[in-house]
């Protein structure tokens, strides 16, 4: 299900929202089965895109695999050349022929013809050194260009797998809600709002999503100098070091970084963290949770495990989507160099990391 529409479309679109009932329009559907209809409607529409995406990815990645296996076959043909040219000085030095060389050099009759032949050992020994590191450094290049051919097979076998996944999504979907649109006793009228619900979403709801998701990842940037600038923000007990974010600073610090916060808001809770506000029509709630990561790099990072607009909640596809996009953590060694975090937990009101000393 691929929509484009241009400027028309969007004024049509426009038109249209304000016609609709406001229940209707923004996100409070005039019954519950209304907005499973729009919800799934919806999932369609992003996993629609998300399919894309891993076309998209594939293709790359098809013609990296083959750039690669190209290359692998251009290395392969030069390090046999390299390799006559190892086993031939290898074989030199087994048979015992620089052994010979420099007795010749040893048994100089003069100051003057010894430094002559050990200029020439020099310059032999020297050309034999590089044809060995020339080979050694052929080898491993092929045997790196070999590792990536076998990562991109990897991940384009995973890829297959997740673009056939998301395909039986969309068909089990599409035909779960082409049933309900025909039960729902005005067909024409479902359609129309679902069409219409994908025109608002793709020309101002994904964009207004993405806009909070950008503010957000901005504004954590500065969130250890915030910290820093906290009196009893960090602690200190022996080797071990404590961080303490209570919701209503956390807020306060956002809506210092941007006005977009005035009406949004993070609430903590055990194991849980909700963000949500309201903006004009739009309405969007964000819930997630925070782990410790070590890869690439020590960090806090968040995970949305809730993505809700206007009541409608959006697919899993949406949500890695815009993790990938958008980085939400944090990184405690921006804050002391010298540790990494070890673990990381809410509780009401209350965002705590622990800390310990990195050697």
């Avoid at 004009?280 to 990561?293: A, K």
Wanted: hydrophobic share 35%; net charge negative.
């Amino acid at each position: 299900m691929k929509r484009r529409y241009g400027i028309p479309g969007f004024i049509v679109c426009i038109i249209f929202l304000i016609q609709l009932p406001w229940t209707y329009a923004y996100g409070e559907p005039s019954s519950e089965e209304t907005r499973e209809i729009l919800q799934q409607s919806l999932s369609i529409v992003e996993i629609d895109h998300e399919i894309e995406r891993i076309t998209a990815r594939q293709k790359q990645l098809d013609e990296q695999r083959q750039t690669l296996s190209i290359q692998l076959q251009e290395q392969e043909d030069q390090i046999h050349t390299q390799q006559d040219r190892a086993g031939a000085v290898v074989r030199s030095y087994y048979t015992g022929e620089r052994d010979s060389l420099l007795m010749t050099v040893l048994g100089a009759r003069s100051i003057k013809d010894l430094f002559i032949l050990y200029d020439y050992y020099q310059i032999i020994i020297g050309r034999d050194q590089a044809v060995l590191d020339k080979y050694q450094d052929r080898y491993r290049t092929m045997q790196q260009t070999s590792a990536q051919i076998n990562q991109t097979s990897a991940e384009l076998s995973e890829l297959k797998n997740n673009l056939q996944h998301q395909r039986e999504r969309v068909l089990a979907l599409q035909k779960e809600v082409d049933g309900k649109v025909a039960a729902s006793g005005d067909a024409a009228a479902m359609l129309k709002l679902m069409d219409e619900l994908t025109i608002y979403w793709e020309n101002i709801g994904i964009y207004e999503v993405k806009r909070y998701f950008k503010a957000l990842a901005s504004a954590m940037q500065n969130l250890p100098q915030f910290i820093q600038e906290q009196n009893g923000g960090i602690s200190t007990t022996g080797t071990s070091y404590t961080i303490r974010i209570g919701q209503d600073e956390l807020n306060t610090f956002l809506r210092s970084q941007n006005p977009i916060f005035e009406d949004f808001a993070f609430q903590f809770d055990k194991d849980r963290i909700t963000a949500s506000g309201q903006r004009d029509q739009l309405q969007l709630s964000i819930e997630g949770h925070y782990t410790v990561e070590n890869e690439p790099q020590n960090s806090i990072r968040f995970h949305v495990d809730k993505l809700v607009f206007n009541q409608l909640e959006l697919p899993d596809t949406t949500r890695r989507m815009l993790e990938r996009e958008f980085d939400l953590g944090f990184y405690p060694q921006k804050i002391l160099s010298f540790v990494k975090a070890t673990e990381v937990s809410t509780s009401e009101g209350i965002l705590e990391v622990k800390l310990a000393i990195s050697f």
